[in-house]
């Protein structure tokens, strides 16, 4: 969010996203407001403008349509995705076979696979461990989408090196220090409450992931809400404790709506979980610093 924000007052609107760039529905809408025009693809964009490519990474090919769209870009992936990609091809270059563990149609799946299309299999889960095949046993590695559910992805890296002993896990764990964090934290309230709420899109995988976590962890009801409205109060029913969190991009705007959401029902103490401290901080994009990217579009545009 802060990317877009920055870019916009840096160049001015409209700046043009593919995809969300982060998926929360409230991010998304501010945004929009604000001059942001979200696509699909770049080669909705009309030449000569500026395009970010969302935290969820892209593959090659979208650089090359970008370029040939005649469009100055901003590259916004996330770190943690960008460490993945640089995985996939370093290992791809050493004749791997890759098994990238993740949900088939998601972006960042789709823009990982797309760094070494002739080496990656998707594995969505343990259950598609069985239909795997690969060159060579000894030269195979996994990697993941970095907003799994943290169990799950072990479930099937067991199931994985079952099947290929000498299976090679990644240099460094992929799965966002931010997603682990949450899931750690959903558990431990989890013990606690009746019920949990996470705040965040229907599609977001790591707010998803937030309410399967709790449900496994036992709790008897976990539900996922954009905003405070869309809570059910038939789920208060017989409840006297709740559990609030929410996924890695959710404004803190509106966890506070459904404090005070709750406050009004009768849920007014409130006690902090927390289980770890997040000091680590990404610098942004490059293309956001002394440099004038409505100059390089418009340039771009007269050399046609």
């Known amino acids: 969010m802060i990317a877009v924000e920055k870019a916009l007052e840096q160049y001015g609107a409209p700046i043009y996203v593919r995809h969300e760039i982060v998926h929360n529905k409230y991010v998304v809408q501010t945004l929009e407001r604000k001059g942001a025009i979200f696509v699909d693809q770049a080669t909705e964009v009309p030449p000569g403008n500026i395009v ?19 469009l100055a870009t901003i590259d916004a992936t996330c770190p943690l995705v960008t460490k993945v990609h640089k995985e996939a091809v370093r ?59 943290v169990d799950e992805t072990m479930e099937t890296v067991d199931a994985l090196k079952e099947k290929f002993p000498q299976l090679i896990s990644p240099p460094s764990d992929d799965i966002c220090y931010a997603t682990q964090n949450r899931q750690i934290a959903i558990k431990e309230l989890a013990g606690q409450a009746e019920l949990v709420i996470v705040v965040g899109s229907k599609n977001s995988s790591n707010s998803i992931r937030m309410v399967e976590v709790a449900k496994q962890a036992g709790v008897p009801a976990a539900y996922l809400v954009d905003f405070a409205s869309e809570i059910d109060e038939a789920w208060l029913e017989g409840v006297t404790s709740v559990g609030l969190s929410s996924g890695a991009s959710v404004p803190d705007v509106l966890v506070q709506e459904v404090l005070e959401w709750l406050s009004e029902r009768g849920y007014a103490d409130v006690e902090i979980v927390k289980t770890a401290d997040e000091s680590l901080t990404f610098s942004l994009p490059k293309e956001l610093r002394n440099k004038d990217l409505r100059a390089e579009a418009a340039a771009l545009l007269e050399n046609e």
């Open 91 to 149: 290992f791809a270059k050493e004749d791997f076979d890759i098994l990238l563990i993740g949900h088939e149609g998601h972006e960042e799946v789709i823009g990982t696979s797309g760094e070494a299309p002739d080496h990656i299999q998707l594995v969505d889960g343990p259950a598609d461990v069985a239909k795997v095949e690969v060159r060579d046993p000894s030269r195979v590695v996994w990697l993941s989408q970095t907003t799994l559910s």
């Open 52 to 70: 970010m490519f969302s935290a969820h990474g892209v593959a090659p090919t979208v650089h090359e349509e970008a370029r040939q769209g005649r």
